[in-house]
């Protein structure tokens, strides 16, 4: 598994676990996780970024997803589809750096490996029609 992948991996397990029981203190928290983690702290520093990012913005995350829920309720998403639909979204809201497809690719390969099968339409679907929305390349990383 690449580098980023694990560090994606550990972002939507952290972001899975904060849904699920948030603190006041991020970075105890963090401290905490990466204790637990099998690679030491500084080779996360990816993961680091998307969580911080992810939980910074997480209000303008989730009224996206909520945006694009038809028929669903946004409190009846399992958790760690959540998880990965708030990294994703993230990193194709504020990570000019990673192509928007890459994206969406990596979050559909985590469903894959976390969730139930059919997660991976449910989270693309989503991100699908996010994408449609962006004001920059979809296959590249954008120049600002």
């Not at 849904?19 to 702290?41: H, Q, T, V, Y």
């Not at 409190?75 to 504020?94: G, N, T, V, W």
């Amino acid at each position: 598994m690449s580098t980023r992948r694990d560090n994606r991996v550990a972002a939507m397990q952290f972001l899975y676990q904060w849904s699920l029981n948030s603190a006041d203190d991020l970075g105890a928290e963090l401290i905490l996780f990466f204790k637990e983690m099998p690679k030491p702290r500084d080779y996360y520093g990816f993961a680091e970024e998307l969580i911080h990012g992810a939980i910074t913005h997480l209000d303008e995350i989730d009224t996206i997803i909520k945006s694009y829920l038809r028929n669903w309720d946004f409190d009846r998403i399992a958790r760690i589809d959540l998880a990965i639909l708030r990294l994703a979204i993230y990193e194709m809201l504020k990570r000019r750096d990673i192509p928007p497809v890459v994206s969406i690719n990596e979050a559909i390969d985590l469903s894959k490996d976390y969730s139930i099968p059919d997660a991976k339409r449910f989270i693309n679907g989503i991100l699908d029609q996010y994408k449609l929305t962006l004001d920059r390349p979809l296959r590249s990383a954008a120049r600002d």
